[in-house]
């Protein structure tokens, strides 16, 4: 079965970093859109990062200049380096798993496969 597992939560001060992990199996990861997308309290859950099979990178707005997605077909992994991080960063972040060659989609409902998250915290 299709398993995705997020690793590298924490907590951490404003303006330091940390890096997302997630480990695939049960797909064909190198030719699968990821993403991660992330859900604060009492919000709804949105899009951070994506890439795609060819490498094609989009960044939310909130995030750009400060997250880099990047994957490693070899290992089955996706990850979110998060650098500059601010207190509304705060969220639970999850890796998603699409499919289709290529595909380059923002939507949720694009993603067929979601890990079960791990939760984020930045405060001082």
């Known amino acids: 079965q299709v398993q995705l597992v997020e690793s590298g939560g924490g907590l951490v001060q404003p303006g330091g970093s940390l890096t997302l992990s997630c480990a695939a199996s049960?797909?064909?990861?190198?030719?699968?859109?990821m993403g991660w997308f992330r859900q604060a309290p009492g919000k709804r859950r949105e899009l951070v990062a994506l890439?795609?099979?060819?490498?094609?990178?989009n960044y939310a707005d909130s995030v750009k200049g400060r997250f880099t997605i990047s994957r490693d077909n070899a290992e089955n992994l996706v990850y979110l380096h998060m650098n500059s991080l601010k207190p509304e960063d705060t969220a639970v972040y999850y890796c998603?798993?699409?499919?289709?060659?290529?595909?380059?989609?923002?939507?949720?409902?694009?993603?067929?496969?979601w890990g079960q998250g791990t939760q984020v915290t930045v405060s001082s």
């Open positions: 998603a798993a699409g499919i289709g060659d290529d595909l380059y989609c923002t939507m949720q409902s694009c993603y067929a496969y």
């Open positions: 049960g797909i064909i990861f190198s030719t699968s859109p």
């Open positions: 890439i795609t099979s060819g490498g094609t990178r």
